[in-house]
């Protein structure tokens, strides 16, 4: 992504401010996915009687871990990715085959769906469920052919990603009522399982939700590394941020404490919603970063434009009829914005300030 922001706008303010802007987000999707996990953790191990207290418990011990084991190189982490990844694939996979087998086609009748506009508000928080198609693109440095392996990646992570989440969303809103789904909250998933699968189905689901979202949280934290190191080198970020911790840098100890921040200070529903409208916003730099190097990319023009108005649209109908009905994440949205604009300035300025050669008389 910060390529093609440098390529596009050059190596100065524009490009800065977006790479803050997209550090930020990057720690907001994780706090997301943070407290998802805890949500579905106090569910299992507590029970429905949990409080927030329990969640946000869990959700911080995970940061944590996640955050020691992005520490620990690249084998390290590619490890406890596999290990995570592949299971949870395949209970997903069996989750869909028998809840599509089960399903009541009364429930995904078309006189059950919410009003059009509502459909459309929540298009700005499925961006969620595939901002991991860009995070592969960090590993290129990790990888033995990026030319050849890197597109390959991308397009496998987003086959399956978007084939397994039409399927697992079909069996859940085929086997539970959207009042049902909309009572069980965070835990829809797990409590889909239970009326063909029982108890069992649900503790099922459940351990696969902890899989889901310490898969993702594992995803977001990875970055950090290369993120602050590469922007770092681009004098885009102060060189603190690549200092060496352990087989990290301090930039995943920034984006760890964030994480850690936003998990316990906002709710899942806020994180989300500002999470949505902050990566919409980077994403829509990055396309307009890329329409004018298509030159260098050999891309099609017309649909980097298409996906740069429907983008834009997207952020401002979802900013307009979700954002604003919520004055602390609209002002938590704003000022993300703001300083992400006042750390380049000031980085900017101390940085050049520091370039300038000191001419002393005597």
Same mark, same amino acid.
């Given at each position: ?10 190596n100065g ?5 977006a ?17 998802s996990?805890? /949500? ?14 329990a ?25 406890a990715?596999?290990a995570? $990844?592949?299971p ?7 989750f ?6 089960q399903i009541?086609?009364?429930?995904l009748a ?16 499925t ?14 440095g990790d990888?033995? /052919? ?9 397009y496998?992570a ?9 399927? %697992?969303?079909i069996?859940v809103?085929?086997?539970?009522t959207?009042?049902? $789904? ?9 409590k889909?399982a ?12 459940a351990?696969?939700a902890?899989l889901?979202t310490?898969?993702?949280?594992n ?5 950090a590394?290369?993120?602050?190191k ?8 102060p060189?603190a941020?690549a ?8 930039g995943?100890? %920034? ?9 316990? %200070?906002?709710?899942?529903s806020s994180?989300?919603n500002l ?6 916003l ?14 260098e ?7 980097? %434009?298409?996906?740069a108005?429907v ?8 900013t307009?009829?979700?954002v604003?009905?919520?004055?602390p ?5 704003i000022l ?19 370039? $300038? ?6």
């Open positions: 992504m910060f390529e093609y922001l440098a390529h596009g706008f050059g303010h524009i490009t800065g401010m790479a803050w802007l997209i550090f930020a987000v990057n720690a907001i999707i994780t706090s997301l996915v943070a407290v996990f805890g /949500n579905y953790a106090a569910s299992l191990f507590i029970g429905d009687d949990a409080g927030q207290a969640v946000k418990l869990f959700a911080v011990a995970l940061v944590i871990v996640l955050a020691a084991v992005n520490t620990g190189g690249a084998g390290l982490i590619e490890k990715q596999s995570i $990844v592949w949870l694939i395949v209970v997903l996979v069996g869909a085959v028998l809840g599509l087998a009541n086609p009364d429930y078309r006189s059950t769906y919410p009003p059009a506009r509502d459909i459309f508000t929540s298009v700005g928080l961006f969620f469920a595939f901002l991991g198609f860009a995070i592969v693109s960090f590993t290129a990888l033995a /052919n990026p030319r050849r392996e890197l597109p390959r990646a991308m496998i987003l086959g399956v990603t978007t084939a397994l989440y039409v399927a %697992v969303a069996a809103f085929g086997t539970l959207v009042d049902e $789904v909309i009572a069980s909250g965070e835990t829809a998933l797990a889909a239970e009326p063909f699968l029982g108890q069992a189905g649900y503790t099922i689901m351990i696969a902890l889901a310490s898969s993702s949280v995803a977001g934290l990875y970055p590394n290369g993120m602050s590469d922007l770092v080198a681009k004098g885009q970020f060189p941020l200092r060496p911790v352990r087989s990290g840098t301090m995943l100890v %920034v984006t760890t404490g964030l994480t850690l921040l936003l998990t316990v %200070v906002f709710d899942l994180i989300a999470g949505s409208a902050a990566a919409l980077g994403f829509l730099l990055v396309s307009i970063a890329h329409t004018r190097v298509v030159h990319t050999g891309a099609k023009r017309w649909i980097i %434009v298409l996906g108005f983008t834009a649209g997207t952020f401002i109908y979802f307009l009829t979700t604003v009905k919520e004055p994440t609209l002002a938590a949205l993300i914005i703001l300083l992400s604009v006042l750390l380049d300035i000031v980085w900017k300025w101390r940085r050049d300030r520091r370039a $300038v050669p000191q001419i002393t008389t005597t």
